[in-house]
C-alpha cells in the first residue's frame, strides 16, 4: 500500500518560498505518478503541479506556473514542490496524491496523504 506522509509546510511573508516533500511510507513512489493538490477554507480543492513517474513530465496549474517547481529524483521515494514567490492566496491545505496515471484531475489519484498546512502572510 502507498501509504504518503507531506511535510514542509509552515508560515511565511508574502515573496518567501518554501519546499514541500512527499514521501511514501509504504510502496515505493518512483513507480507512480504523483501530484499535487490544495484546499483553501472555503473553497474546493484544485490542482497544482503533476510530475509523471520518471520526471521527464510535468504540469502545473496556471495560477502557480514561473513560480511552483514539482521535481523528483527516481531513485529516491520523495516527490518535492519548491515554492517561490508566495502569496496569501496560495494559504491552503496541500496535499500529495499517486496515481497509475498522469492526471489533473484528482479522481484519477487513489492514494492521498494526510496534508501539510501552508500559510503565506501578507
Known amino acids: 500500500q502507498v501509504q504518503l506522509v507531506e511535510s514542509g509546510g509552515g508560515l511565511v511573508q508574502g515573496g518567501g518560498s518554501l519546499r514541500l516533500s512527499c514521501t511514501s511510507s509504504?510502496?515505493?513512489?518512483?513507480?507512480?505518478?504523483v501530484g499535487w493538490f490544495r484546499q483553501a477554507p472555503g473553497r474546493e480543492r484544485e490542482f497544482v503541479a503533476a510530475?509523471?513517474?520518471?520526471?521527464?513530465?510535468?504540469t502545473y496549474a496556471d495560477s502557480v506556473k514561473r513560480r511552483f517547481t514539482i521535481s523528483r529524483h527516481n531513485s529516491e521515494n520523495t516527490v518535492w514542490l519548491q515554492m517561490s514567490s508566495l502569496k496569501p492566496e496560495d494559504t491552503a491545505d496541500y496535499y500529495c496524491?499517486?496515481?497509475?496515471?498522469?492526471?489533473?484531475?484528482?479522481?484519477?489519484?487513489?492514494?492521498w496523504g494526510q496534508g501539510t498546512q501552508v500559510t503565506v502572510s501578507p
Open positions: 496524491a499517486a496515481s497509475t496515471v498522469m492526471s489533473t484531475s484528482g479522481v484519477q489519484y487513489h492514494y
Open positions: 510530475i509523471n513517474w520518471s520526471g521527464s513530465i510535468t
Open positions: 509504504g510502496r515505493t513512489l518512483s513507480t507512480y505518478n
